[in-house]
């Protein structure tokens, strides 16, 4: 059912709030590479495409991305989480003081590697991507600097956000800090979950699996259908004992699940999809800057909805900003 003007015009004012309010993003950074170019022929060496080098540029990933979404939007970020003692660590610090982000909460790890992703895009198809990387938990002195960050930074936000990637930042010693924290200040704390530490995200307002990992968190065979979604989207909302459960399904577009039983399908606004890159970290970064501009759930996931279906036209990981995301309303 297509949107009303009374409808578009209350979303409208929710992105008019969006600046200065503030948002605590928690979670594991990384460094997305682009290696650019175009290919004319084949190795000699090996059956592979040489690439002849255009363009590279380097932007966040991960809650690196959730950063500069909400920059983008507007919103005054603060960052907790780690990096290591690189040139990668470097490069995300001065990109998020760049976008005004205070980064006063990111502990520096001398013994882990900042995560970086290199692609090499050819063509506009990517080719290859190699990884640089530590996994695995902190070690108890960095966690325990992550957690007095987190105790410092946390009073002062309008929202947090978990941004778990399942590299070490996101433990239980820090969700059973961060959860309660938020709860006892009323702030919305909004969720991008990894299976491994799904049930000890119980009581957040939100989280926002896509449909793969709503399906491998509840540790089940995947099912087709919109019945078998909206089971499971009330099973996660029961187990989890959240106010919401926000599944974006691609091209089906999301279905949000709120604690009251209301079920909202919202189809998909996007046009063309180039790149879902990203795609869930604006969804999350645009959610959950609209709850703390005080919107209700239902406009806040219709919002993020509207800022994916932009980013998904644009090539690499990607962000929108306030006012685009007006223009695609009016």
Request: overall charge positive; some cysteine; glycine content about 8%.
């Amino acid at each position: 059912m297509p949107m009303t003007r009374a409808e578009r015009q209350e979303l409208l004012r929710i992105i008019a709030r969006f600046r200065g309010r503030r948002v605590l993003v928690v979670g594991d950074l990384m460094l997305d590479q682009y290696i650019r170019g175009s290919v004319s022929r084949i190795s000699p060496e090996a059956p592979v495409p040489v690439v002849r080098v255009t363009g590279e540029s380097f932007i966040p990933g991960g809650a690196g991305n959730v950063v500069s979404n909400l920059a983008a939007l507007g919103a005054a970020v603060t960052v907790v989480g780690v990096v290591g003692e690189d040139e990668a660590g470097r490069r995300l610090l001065e990109q998020f003081r760049a976008d005004d982000a205070s980064v006063e909460g990111v502990c520096v790890d001398f013994e882990r590697q900042t995560t970086q992703k290199c692609r090499v895009v050819a063509e506009r198809q990517q080719a290859v991507r190699f990884d640089r990387e530590t996994v695995g938990p902190l070690s108890h002195a960095t966690e325990t600097r992550l957690l007095a960050s987190l105790a410092e930074e946390l009073p002062r936000a309008d929202a947090v956000i978990l941004s778990d990637y399942g590299k070490g930042v996101i433990g239980p010693r820090l969700l059973a800090a961060a959860i309660p924290a938020a709860r006892r200040r009323g702030l919305p704390i909004t969720v991008d979950p990894k299976p491994e530490h799904f049930r000890r995200y119980k009581g957040v307002t939100c989280v926002t699996p896509n449909t793969s990992e709503a399906w491998a968190c509840m540790r089940r065979e995947p099912k087709a259908g919109p019945e078998a979604v909206a089971a499971l989207g009330r099973d996660i909302l029961r187990e989890l004992k959240s106010r919401s459960v926000l599944i974006t399904r691609g091209p089906d577009g999301m279905s949000l699940f709120e604690d009251r039983g209301r079920i909202t399908h919202i189809p998909t606004v996007a046009r063309e999809v180039f790149d879902v890159s990203g795609a869930g970290d604006t969804v999350i970064s645009t959610l959950t800057l609209a709850l703390a501009a005080g919107s209700s759930l239902t406009r806040a996931a219709e919002l993020a909805n509207q800022a994916a279906g932009i980013v998904v036209g644009k090539l690499g990981t990607a962000v929108t900003d306030a006012a685009e995301l007006s223009e695609a309303l009016r």
